[in-house]
């Protein structure tokens, strides 16, 4: 079945970095465009970050707020897709979540927390 678990969330401090990881399993990894989406308290989820599949270039895409600061990357030899966070703001504390579309259904991992101090 389809799994998908983030890990690499934590405390830092305004202006700081972390880099998010998303371990996928049980689809063609290589073939899936992989989302990371953020959540925070009281608000609707949005997308960060977008990757197509390599075949069709690895293309990204990012949600208007983080342009620039952070970067999505994936490595198909280890089924894992990346969310590189740097010059984090306050206003960056979410619990993050990477997603895949696998036929025709949204699959969601647990989520890892981001909290960024002022």
């Known amino acids: 079945q389809v799994q998908l678990v983030e890990s690499g969330g934590g405390l830092v401090q305004a202006g700081g970095s972390l880099r998010l990881s998303c371990a996928a399993s049980?689809?063609?990894?290589?073939?899936?465009?992989m989302s990371w989406y953020r959540q925070a308290p009281g608000k609707e989820r949005e997308l960060v970050a977008g990757?197509?599949?390599?075949?069709?270039?690895?293309?990204?895409n990012y949600g208007d707020s983080v342009k620039g600061r952070f970067t999505i990357s994936r490595d198909n030899t280890k089924n894992t897709v990346y969310l590189q966070m740097n010059s984090l703001k306050p206003d960056d504390t979410a619990v993050y979540y990477c997603?895949?579309?696998?036929?025709?259904?949204?699959?969601w991992g647990q989520g890892t927390q981001v909290t960024v101090s002022s």
């Open positions: 997603k895949v579309v696998f036929l025709n259904r949204d699959y």
């Open positions: 049980g689809f063609l990894f290589s073939r899936y465009v």
């Open positions: 990757i197509t599949s390599s075949s069709t270039g690895g293309i990204t």
